[in-house]
């Protein structure tokens, strides 16, 4: 089994409250009023702030990530139609739940905004490559897929889906179109538009709205130092336009959260139902 490195933090975090909270029972058995130079007052304040902490933990690593949301957009396409929009699966780091919750959509087709390989499985093994197939398999199987490939996306074998590189495909009346995100080109007249990362987005031409992922929602998102983390460590605008709607250069974006079921604070793995209206 392979972890993150927000599972392996987490985890050591859980290892260190336990820690403490051990320290804290031998303070409570002992006659002297310090242990390791701190008074029993001390060891009580930091056993409440270690038992918050760990629930917040046991939350993110538990809870969160096994909760799926359906969000709601409309797109006006000229056209009736409903898509599903999901992006960052990190097979096989998902719940298998996610393909119920887009059946009950019962969309006319599912559009899918990268990154289907595992984050620390590089996935060139058999095995890994037959998830990755199974996935698609399994959402082709409600309904037909148009993709693009993320960043962990290199050399994918054939799938059940559609990969729109630097592209465009017509569906049920929609134009949509599909950046590459390796080698990006521009694409024009399009609907919607499905970008992996915002450093792309620029290519994304001029789309009544891009859909984009790879951010998470943010992850664990935490009051300015998230959105700091992600502006530097992954792109320009990741942290700040990390999740949701907003209008970025004049274009209208939706960033998801993906459904990826890492360790999770306030970034709920979601489904996007797209109904496009006349």
Same mark, same amino acid.
């Given at each position: ?9 987490? #985890? ?21 009023? *310090? ?39 409309? %797109? ?45 499985? #590089?996935s060139d093994t058999p095995e890994s490559a037959a998830e990755n197939s199974e996935f698609f398999s ?35 009346? !929609? *134009?949509?179109?599909? !950046? ?14 499905? %970008? ?13 709205? *891009? #859909?984009?992922?790879? *951010? ?63």
């Open positions: 089994m392979a972890f993150t490195i927000l599972e392996v933090v987490e #985890f050591a975090g859980f290892a260190a409250c336990l820690v403490f909270f051990v320290l804290f029972c031998i303070q409570l058995t002992k006659r002297r009023k *310090t242990l390791f130079g701190l008074s029993k007052r001390m060891y009580a304040v930091g056993a409440a702030l270690v038992f918050v902490a760990a629930c917040m933990m046991f939350y993110a690593l538990f809870v969160e990530p096994s909760e799926i949301e359906v969000r709601q957009l409309v %797109v006006e396409a000229g056209v009736q139609a409903r898509f599903v929009f999901i992006s960052d699966a990190h097979v096989p780091s998902f719940n298998p739940a996610v393909f119920d919750k887009i059946r009950e959509q019962e969309p006319d087709a599912i559009l899918f905004g990268g990154d289907v390989r595992g984050m620390l499985m #590089f399994n959402l082709s199987s409600i309904a037909p897929v148009y993709a693009v490939s993320g960043n962990h996306d290199w050399g994918l074998p054939q799938m059940d889906a559609t990969f729109l590189i630097n592209e465009k495909a017509v569906v049920n009346g !929609v *134009t949509v179109c599909g !950046v590459d995100d390796r080698r990006p080109a521009e694409v024009t007249g399009c609907d919607i538009a499905l %970008v992996h990362s915002l450093e792309n987005l620029r290519f994304s031409g001029n789309s009544s709205v *891009t #859909f984009l992922g790879h *951010t998470h929602g943010g992850g664990i998102n935490l009051p300015v130092i998230t959105e700091n983390v992600l502006n530097v460590l992954v792109c320009s605008g990741c942290g700040t336009y990390r999740y949701g709607e907003h209008i970025v250069d004049g274009k209208r974006i939706y960033v998801t959260s993906g459904i990826v079921n890492h360790v999770r604070f306030m970034a709920m793995p979601e489904i996007v139902v797209v109904d496009a209206v006349k």
